[in-house]
Protein backbone atom coordinates (compact mmCIF):
# COMPACT_ATOMS: atom_id res chain seq x y z
CA UNK A 1 0.00 0.00 0.00
CA UNK A 2 1.49 3.54 -0.85
CA UNK A 3 1.06 6.51 0.81
CA UNK A 4 -1.25 8.86 0.03
CA UNK A 5 -2.90 12.50 1.06
CA UNK A 6 -5.56 11.76 3.59
CA UNK A 7 -8.96 13.79 3.81
CA UNK A 8 -8.71 16.40 6.32
CA UNK A 9 -10.42 14.84 10.11
CA UNK A 10 -10.11 15.65 13.92
CA UNK A 11 -10.54 11.83 15.02
CA UNK A 12 -7.67 12.73 17.36
CA UNK A 13 -6.05 15.24 19.58
CA UNK A 14 -2.05 15.10 19.34
CA UNK A 15 -0.19 15.20 22.59
CA UNK A 16 3.37 16.62 21.88
CA UNK A 17 5.45 16.25 24.92
CA UNK A 18 8.49 19.29 25.16
CA UNK A 19 8.23 22.16 24.12
CA UNK A 20 11.43 22.90 21.99
CA UNK A 21 11.73 23.48 18.20
CA UNK A 22 11.59 19.22 18.02
CA UNK A 23 7.65 19.79 19.29
CA UNK A 24 6.86 22.53 17.18
CA UNK A 25 8.11 20.86 14.48
CA UNK A 26 5.51 17.68 14.87
CA UNK A 27 3.10 20.00 16.24
CA UNK A 28 3.62 21.97 12.81
CA UNK A 29 3.91 18.82 10.90
CA UNK A 30 0.29 17.35 12.32
CA UNK A 31 -1.35 21.03 11.91
CA UNK A 32 0.00 20.90 7.80
CA UNK A 33 -1.86 17.32 7.28
CA UNK A 34 -5.07 17.44 8.99
CA UNK A 35 -7.58 19.62 10.52
CA UNK A 36 -6.87 19.16 13.60
CA UNK A 37 -5.18 21.90 16.48
CA UNK A 38 -2.56 19.78 18.37
CA UNK A 39 -1.76 20.50 21.97
CA UNK A 40 1.66 20.88 23.60
CA UNK A 41 1.84 19.78 27.12
CA UNK A 42 5.16 21.68 28.48
CA UNK A 43 6.02 21.29 32.62
CA UNK A 44 6.52 25.02 34.47
CA UNK A 45 6.77 27.54 31.37
CA UNK A 46 6.51 28.25 27.67
CA UNK A 47 9.89 28.58 25.80
CA UNK A 48 10.26 30.88 22.87
CA UNK A 49 9.80 27.97 19.67
CA UNK A 50 6.22 27.30 20.79
CA UNK A 51 5.26 30.83 22.18
CA UNK A 52 2.99 32.87 20.31
CA UNK A 53 1.89 30.44 17.73
CA UNK A 54 -1.39 29.95 16.76
CA UNK A 55 -0.93 26.24 14.93
CA UNK A 56 -1.52 24.51 18.48
CA UNK A 57 -3.03 25.03 21.97
CA UNK A 58 -0.45 25.04 25.47
CA UNK A 59 -1.08 23.14 28.87
CA UNK A 60 1.39 24.28 31.12
CA UNK A 61 1.75 21.91 33.75
CA UNK A 62 2.23 23.48 37.65
CA UNK A 63 3.83 21.41 40.14
CA UNK A 64 0.89 21.87 41.94
CA UNK A 65 -0.76 19.83 39.41
CA UNK A 66 0.94 16.42 39.93
CA UNK A 67 1.37 14.70 43.19
CA UNK A 68 4.84 14.44 42.93
CA UNK A 69 6.22 18.03 41.69
CA UNK A 70 9.61 16.59 41.75
CA UNK A 71 9.47 13.88 39.73
CA UNK A 72 11.85 12.62 36.35
CA UNK A 73 8.65 12.44 34.45
CA UNK A 74 6.17 15.36 35.69
CA UNK A 75 4.62 15.26 31.90
CA UNK A 76 3.77 11.59 32.12
CA UNK A 77 2.23 12.08 35.45
CA UNK A 78 0.24 14.84 34.72
CA UNK A 79 -1.32 11.93 31.87
CA UNK A 80 -1.69 9.58 34.61
CA UNK A 81 -3.47 12.28 36.79
CA UNK A 82 -5.40 13.89 34.63
CA UNK A 83 -6.75 11.73 31.73
CA UNK A 84 -10.45 12.65 33.00
CA UNK A 85 -9.75 16.09 32.63
CA UNK A 86 -8.10 15.53 28.87
CA UNK A 87 -11.09 13.48 27.85
CA UNK A 88 -13.29 16.24 29.20
CA UNK A 89 -11.36 18.68 27.29
CA UNK A 90 -11.50 16.96 24.24
CA UNK A 91 -14.75 14.42 23.89
CA UNK A 92 -14.71 11.45 21.78
CA UNK A 93 -11.09 11.96 20.50
CA UNK A 94 -8.40 9.71 20.78
CA UNK A 95 -5.55 11.08 22.68
CA UNK A 96 -2.16 10.27 20.81
CA UNK A 97 1.21 10.93 22.80
CA UNK A 98 4.18 12.25 21.00
CA UNK A 99 7.22 12.02 22.96
CA UNK A 100 10.29 14.38 22.33
CA UNK A 101 12.62 13.76 24.77
CA UNK A 102 14.74 10.28 25.81
CA UNK A 103 13.09 11.10 29.14
CA UNK A 104 9.71 11.14 28.13
CA UNK A 105 9.95 7.82 26.07
CA UNK A 106 11.06 6.40 29.22
CA UNK A 107 8.62 7.31 30.63
CA UNK A 108 6.10 6.35 28.51
CA UNK A 109 7.57 2.80 28.51
CA UNK A 110 7.60 2.19 32.31
CA UNK A 111 3.91 3.03 32.80
CA UNK A 112 2.53 1.40 29.39
CA UNK A 113 0.49 -0.50 30.94
CA UNK A 114 -1.61 1.87 32.29
CA UNK A 115 -1.43 4.61 29.88
CA UNK A 116 -2.31 2.16 27.12
CA UNK A 117 -5.71 2.16 28.62
CA UNK A 118 -6.35 5.69 27.50
CA UNK A 119 -3.98 6.90 25.32
CA UNK A 120 -2.09 5.85 21.96
CA UNK A 121 1.64 5.62 21.58
CA UNK A 122 4.34 3.81 20.13
CA UNK A 123 7.67 3.51 21.77
CA UNK A 124 9.92 0.45 22.66
CA UNK A 125 9.63 -1.66 25.43
CA UNK A 126 11.76 -1.02 28.55
CA UNK A 127 13.85 -3.71 28.37
CA UNK A 128 14.90 -2.92 24.65
CA UNK A 129 15.43 1.32 25.72
CA UNK A 130 17.84 -0.27 28.33
CA UNK A 131 19.36 -3.11 26.03
CA UNK A 132 20.34 0.30 23.46
CA UNK A 133 20.38 3.29 24.90
CA UNK A 134 23.88 2.87 26.21
CA UNK A 135 26.16 3.67 23.73
CA UNK A 136 28.35 0.74 24.58
CA UNK A 137 25.24 -1.29 24.32
CA UNK A 138 24.72 0.19 20.84
CA UNK A 139 28.15 -0.90 19.94
CA UNK A 140 28.41 -4.32 20.57
CA UNK A 141 24.77 -4.78 18.60
CA UNK A 142 25.85 -3.21 16.06
CA UNK A 143 28.79 -4.86 15.52
CA UNK A 144 26.52 -8.18 15.61
CA UNK A 145 24.32 -6.67 12.71
CA UNK A 146 27.83 -5.76 10.91
CA UNK A 147 27.32 -2.46 11.51
CA UNK A 148 30.71 -0.54 11.81
CA UNK A 149 30.84 1.92 14.86
CA UNK A 150 34.22 3.96 16.41
CA UNK A 151 36.03 1.78 19.15
CA UNK A 152 34.37 2.40 22.59
CA UNK A 153 35.34 2.21 25.97
CA UNK A 154 32.63 2.50 28.91
CA UNK A 155 33.03 2.86 32.67
CA UNK A 156 31.22 5.30 35.56
CA UNK A 157 32.89 7.91 36.95
CA UNK A 158 32.73 6.08 40.29
CA UNK A 159 35.24 3.70 39.82
CA UNK A 160 37.71 7.07 40.41
CA UNK A 161 40.36 8.86 37.97
CA UNK A 162 42.92 5.91 37.92
CA UNK A 163 40.68 3.21 36.76
CA UNK A 164 39.17 5.23 33.85
CA UNK A 165 42.96 6.61 33.21
CA UNK A 166 44.47 2.45 32.95
CA UNK A 167 41.30 1.70 30.56
CA UNK A 168 42.11 4.28 28.21
CA UNK A 169 45.85 3.42 27.93
CA UNK A 170 45.40 0.09 27.98
CA UNK A 171 42.99 0.19 25.06
CA UNK A 172 45.63 1.13 22.80
CA UNK A 173 43.22 4.07 22.19
CA UNK A 174 44.76 7.48 20.27
CA UNK A 175 44.21 10.85 20.55
CA UNK A 176 41.71 12.92 19.02
CA UNK A 177 38.77 11.35 21.18
CA UNK A 178 35.27 12.00 22.24
CA UNK A 179 34.02 11.72 26.24
CA UNK A 180 30.25 11.65 26.61
CA UNK A 181 27.49 9.86 28.46
CA UNK A 182 26.89 6.43 27.70
CA UNK A 183 22.99 7.39 27.74
CA UNK A 184 21.99 10.85 27.85
CA UNK A 185 18.80 10.30 29.85
CA UNK A 186 20.22 10.87 33.28
CA UNK A 187 22.75 13.38 33.08
CA UNK A 188 20.91 15.82 30.22
CA UNK A 189 18.93 16.70 33.75
CA UNK A 190 22.20 18.04 34.74
CA UNK A 191 23.38 22.10 35.59
CA UNK A 192 26.82 23.17 35.95
CA UNK A 193 29.70 25.16 34.80
CA UNK A 194 31.91 23.45 31.94
CA UNK A 195 29.22 20.97 31.26
CA UNK A 196 29.03 19.95 27.49
CA UNK A 197 26.49 17.49 25.56
CA UNK A 198 29.98 15.85 24.16
CA UNK A 199 33.58 16.62 25.23
CA UNK A 200 36.49 17.11 22.62
CA UNK A 201 39.73 15.74 23.98
CA UNK A 202 42.89 16.31 22.20
CA UNK A 203 45.76 14.98 24.88
CA UNK A 204 45.76 13.64 28.17
CA UNK A 205 46.18 16.56 30.51
CA UNK A 206 42.61 17.43 28.95
CA UNK A 207 41.10 14.29 29.50
CA UNK A 208 42.40 14.44 33.03
CA UNK A 209 40.86 17.69 34.07
CA UNK A 210 37.36 16.88 31.86
CA UNK A 211 37.37 13.52 34.50
CA UNK A 212 37.89 15.17 37.25
CA UNK A 213 35.16 18.00 36.83
CA UNK A 214 32.49 15.20 35.58
CA UNK A 215 33.63 12.95 38.74
CA UNK A 216 32.82 15.70 40.98
CA UNK A 217 29.65 17.11 39.50
CA UNK A 218 27.89 13.22 38.55
CA UNK A 219 28.51 12.76 42.25
CA UNK A 220 25.19 11.82 43.98
CA UNK A 221 23.66 11.11 40.76
CA UNK A 222 23.81 7.35 39.56
CA UNK A 223 21.45 8.32 36.19
CA UNK A 224 24.41 10.44 34.88
CA UNK A 225 27.80 8.62 35.77
CA UNK A 226 28.02 5.92 32.84
CA UNK A 227 30.19 7.51 29.81
CA UNK A 228 32.42 6.51 27.45
CA UNK A 229 35.51 6.94 25.51
CA UNK A 230 35.15 6.66 21.37
CA UNK A 231 37.69 7.08 18.90
CA UNK A 232 37.03 10.30 16.83
CA UNK A 233 36.20 10.30 13.33
CA UNK A 234 38.01 13.02 11.72
CA UNK A 235 36.46 15.38 9.29
CA UNK A 236 34.21 18.63 9.34
CA UNK A 237 30.52 18.85 9.74
CA UNK A 238 29.85 17.99 6.23
CA UNK A 239 30.84 14.38 6.68
CA UNK A 240 28.05 13.60 9.20
CA UNK A 241 24.74 12.07 8.51
CA UNK A 242 21.08 11.42 9.88
CA UNK A 243 18.73 8.52 9.37
CA UNK A 244 15.30 8.47 11.21
CA UNK A 245 12.84 5.38 10.73
CA UNK A 246 9.20 4.72 11.96
CA UNK A 247 8.78 1.04 12.81
CA UNK A 248 5.06 0.19 13.04
CA UNK A 249 2.76 -2.18 15.19
CA UNK A 250 3.77 -5.07 12.83
CA UNK A 251 7.68 -4.54 13.50
CA UNK A 252 8.25 -3.16 9.91
CA UNK A 253 10.12 -0.20 8.91
CA UNK A 254 7.34 1.54 7.54
CA UNK A 255 9.05 4.88 6.97
CA UNK A 256 12.90 6.08 6.37
CA UNK A 257 14.41 9.33 5.61
CA UNK A 258 18.23 10.17 5.30
CA UNK A 259 20.09 13.93 5.28
CA UNK A 260 23.59 15.07 4.71
CA UNK A 261 24.18 17.61 7.53
CA UNK A 262 26.52 20.72 6.81
CA UNK A 263 26.44 22.12 10.15
CA UNK A 264 25.95 20.98 13.32
CA UNK A 265 24.84 23.17 16.46
CA UNK A 266 28.48 24.17 18.43
CA UNK A 267 27.32 25.61 21.35
CA UNK A 268 28.58 23.44 24.53
CA UNK A 269 25.09 22.48 25.70
CA UNK A 270 23.84 21.46 22.36
CA UNK A 271 26.94 20.23 20.45
CA UNK A 272 25.82 17.46 17.55
CA UNK A 273 22.53 18.99 17.02
CA UNK A 274 21.70 19.29 12.75
CA UNK A 275 21.72 23.03 12.66
CA UNK A 276 21.65 23.06 8.66
CA UNK A 277 21.43 19.89 6.34
CA UNK A 278 20.03 18.89 3.11
CA UNK A 279 17.75 16.08 2.64
CA UNK A 280 18.85 13.01 0.06
CA UNK A 281 18.07 9.74 0.12
CA UNK A 282 21.16 7.11 0.85
CA UNK A 283 20.05 3.52 0.40
CA UNK A 284 22.91 2.38 2.00
CA UNK A 285 22.71 4.01 5.18
CA UNK A 286 19.00 3.47 5.33
CA UNK A 287 19.15 -0.02 4.93
CA UNK A 288 21.63 -0.72 7.84
CA UNK A 289 19.29 0.75 10.66
CA UNK A 290 16.43 -0.74 8.93
CA UNK A 291 18.21 -4.18 9.96
CA UNK A 292 18.63 -3.18 12.90
CA UNK A 293 15.53 -2.01 14.05
CA UNK A 294 13.89 -4.50 12.55
CA UNK A 295 16.22 -7.43 14.24
CA UNK A 296 15.30 -5.83 17.82
CA UNK A 297 11.97 -5.78 17.46
CA UNK A 298 11.75 -2.35 17.87
CA UNK A 299 8.47 -0.19 18.26
CA UNK A 300 8.48 3.53 17.14
CA UNK A 301 10.53 6.53 16.12
CA UNK A 302 14.24 5.87 15.79
CA UNK A 303 17.27 8.01 14.98
CA UNK A 304 20.66 7.42 13.96
CA UNK A 305 23.50 9.83 14.03
CA UNK A 306 26.47 8.20 11.38
CA UNK A 307 29.86 10.07 10.13
CA UNK A 308 32.06 9.01 7.06
CA UNK A 309 35.77 8.64 7.64
CA UNK A 310 37.28 10.97 5.30
CA UNK A 311 40.33 8.63 5.65
CA UNK A 312 38.45 5.05 3.95
CA UNK A 313 35.17 6.77 3.06
CA UNK A 314 33.73 3.86 5.72
CA UNK A 315 30.27 5.25 7.31
CA UNK A 316 30.25 4.48 11.19
CA UNK A 317 27.08 4.67 13.52
CA UNK A 318 27.60 6.42 16.72
CA UNK A 319 24.33 5.94 18.64
CA UNK A 320 20.65 4.81 18.12
CA UNK A 321 17.97 7.30 19.70
CA UNK A 322 14.84 6.11 21.09
CA UNK A 323 12.26 9.03 19.46
CA UNK A 324 11.74 11.34 16.18
CA UNK A 325 14.95 13.89 16.67
CA UNK A 326 14.41 17.78 17.13
CA UNK A 327 15.45 18.36 13.59
CA UNK A 328 12.09 16.29 12.56
CA UNK A 329 10.76 19.16 9.97
CA UNK A 330 13.06 18.21 7.51
CA UNK A 331 11.17 14.76 6.43
CA UNK A 332 8.31 17.13 6.32
CA UNK A 333 9.74 19.61 4.40
CA UNK A 334 11.17 16.94 1.75
CA UNK A 335 7.34 15.73 1.38
CA UNK A 336 7.57 12.71 3.81
CA UNK A 337 5.19 14.39 6.46
CA UNK A 338 6.35 11.62 9.27
CA UNK A 339 3.19 11.86 11.19
CA UNK A 340 0.96 10.47 8.90
CA UNK A 341 2.36 7.22 8.80
CA UNK A 342 2.58 7.65 12.82
CA UNK A 343 -1.27 8.38 13.13
CA UNK A 344 -2.41 5.80 10.37
CA UNK A 345 -1.15 2.96 11.70
CA UNK A 346 -1.51 3.53 15.61
CA UNK A 347 -5.23 5.54 15.33
CA UNK A 348 -6.93 4.23 12.51
CA UNK A 349 -4.95 0.20 12.16
CA UNK A 350 -3.72 1.26 8.05
CA UNK A 351 -0.01 -0.18 7.99
CA UNK A 352 2.19 0.13 4.65
CA UNK A 353 5.69 0.90 3.84
CA UNK A 354 6.32 4.30 2.38
CA UNK A 355 8.56 4.65 -0.44
CA UNK A 356 11.25 6.84 -0.28
CA UNK A 357 10.66 9.77 -2.18
CA UNK A 358 12.76 12.94 -0.92
CA UNK A 359 12.53 16.24 -2.13
CA UNK A 360 15.78 17.86 -2.02
CA UNK A 361 15.72 21.09 0.36
CA UNK A 362 17.83 23.21 2.57
CA UNK A 363 16.66 22.92 6.29
CA UNK A 364 18.52 25.39 8.21
CA UNK A 365 18.02 27.07 11.35
CA UNK A 366 20.58 29.66 10.94
CA UNK A 367 20.41 32.23 8.27
CA UNK A 368 21.31 31.53 4.70
CA UNK A 369 24.21 33.57 4.75
CA UNK A 370 26.04 31.77 7.63
CA UNK A 371 25.05 28.25 5.90
CA UNK A 372 26.59 29.38 2.13
CA UNK A 373 30.02 31.21 3.97
CA UNK A 374 30.38 27.68 6.07
CA UNK A 375 30.21 26.01 2.61
CA UNK A 376 32.77 25.24 -0.53
CA UNK A 377 32.77 24.55 -3.78
CA UNK A 378 30.37 22.03 -5.21
CA UNK A 379 28.57 21.48 -1.73
CA UNK A 380 28.03 25.59 -1.50
CA UNK A 381 26.78 25.29 -4.86
CA UNK A 382 23.93 22.76 -4.25
CA UNK A 383 23.20 25.22 -1.31
CA UNK A 384 23.05 28.48 -3.27
CA UNK A 385 20.91 26.38 -6.23
CA UNK A 386 18.47 25.17 -3.55
CA UNK A 387 17.87 29.04 -2.07
CA UNK A 388 17.98 30.15 -5.70
CA UNK A 389 14.65 28.10 -5.84
CA UNK A 390 13.19 28.46 -2.45
CA UNK A 391 13.34 25.05 -1.90
CA UNK A 392 14.46 25.62 1.93
CA UNK A 393 12.99 25.29 5.41
CA UNK A 394 13.16 26.45 8.73
CA UNK A 395 11.11 24.53 11.21
CA UNK A 396 10.08 27.52 13.18
CA UNK A 397 9.05 29.92 10.07
CA UNK A 398 5.15 28.68 9.23
CA UNK A 399 3.60 30.53 6.70
CA UNK A 400 0.32 29.66 8.52
CA UNK A 401 1.14 31.78 11.23
CA UNK A 402 1.24 34.92 9.23
CA UNK A 403 -1.24 37.24 10.18
CA UNK A 404 -1.29 41.09 10.47
CA UNK A 405 -1.52 40.86 14.45
CA UNK A 406 0.63 41.50 17.81
CA UNK A 407 0.68 38.06 18.24
CA UNK A 408 2.44 37.44 14.93
CA UNK A 409 4.91 40.40 15.35
CA UNK A 410 6.17 38.85 18.75
CA UNK A 411 6.74 35.66 17.23
CA UNK A 412 8.41 37.07 14.06
CA UNK A 413 10.61 38.74 16.54
CA UNK A 414 11.61 35.77 18.16
CA UNK A 415 12.63 33.51 15.30
CA UNK A 416 13.98 36.36 13.42
CA UNK A 417 16.22 36.89 16.47
CA UNK A 418 16.71 33.16 17.38
CA UNK A 419 17.84 32.80 13.62
CA UNK A 420 20.57 35.26 13.24
CA UNK A 421 21.92 35.36 16.58
CA UNK A 422 23.74 31.99 15.44
CA UNK A 423 26.27 34.51 13.77
CA UNK A 424 27.59 35.14 17.17
CA UNK A 425 27.62 32.12 18.48
CA UNK A 426 29.38 30.54 15.58
CA UNK A 427 31.93 33.13 15.83
CA UNK A 428 32.19 32.13 19.62
CA UNK A 429 32.07 28.57 19.06
CA UNK A 430 32.77 27.21 15.66
CA UNK A 431 34.46 30.87 13.92
CA UNK A 432 35.16 29.91 10.14
CA UNK A 433 38.77 29.45 10.83
CA UNK A 434 38.36 26.33 13.20
CA UNK A 435 35.87 25.35 10.37
CA UNK A 436 38.78 25.58 7.53
CA UNK A 437 40.99 23.94 9.40
CA UNK A 438 38.29 20.71 10.29
CA UNK A 439 38.37 20.45 5.92
CA UNK A 440 36.84 22.74 4.88
CA UNK A 441 33.03 22.58 4.20
CA UNK A 442 33.24 20.80 0.91
CA UNK A 443 32.07 17.05 1.25
CA UNK A 444 29.95 16.17 -1.51
CA UNK A 445 29.11 12.21 -0.82
CA UNK A 446 29.02 10.16 -3.79
CA UNK A 447 26.28 7.65 -4.88
CA UNK A 448 27.57 4.57 -2.65
CA UNK A 449 27.82 6.44 0.15
CA UNK A 450 28.00 3.23 3.23
CA UNK A 451 27.96 0.50 0.48
CA UNK A 452 30.69 -1.15 2.93
CA UNK A 453 27.50 -0.74 5.87
Given at each position: ?????????????????????????M??????E???R???????????????????????????????????????????????????????????????????????????????????????????L??????V?FA?????????????????????????L????????A??????????????????????????????E??????????????????????????????????????????????K???S???????????P???????A????????L??P???????LN??????????????????Y????????????????????????????????????????????????????????????????????????????????S???ER??????????????A????H????????????????????????????K??
Open positions: MTLRKQKPNEDFIPIVLSADIGAYSARSFAEWSVPVILTYKQILGPIANSKLFDVIVVKPNQITNPASEYPLIDYLLENVGELKNRYPGKKLVICPEADSHVFGLAENHEVLARNYLFQVPSVELDATNSKAKIAEQNNIPCPTTIDFYLTDGLEHIELFVNSATFPIVLKPAASYGYEGLKFPGKAKVYFIDNMQLKKILKLLIKETSGHPDANHFVIQQRILGDDTYNFHVMCYVNSEGTAFVSSHLLLEDHNTAVGNPALITESFPNTAAIRFLEGWRGFANFDIKVDPQDGKAFFEVNPRIGRSNYYSTAAGMNPMRVFIDDLVYDRRYLVPTRQRKVLYSILPEPLVVLYTRGKLRRQVLKLVARRRTANPLSPAEFSLRYLRRWFYVTSTWKILKYHRYFPLSKARELGGGDYVPSSNLGES
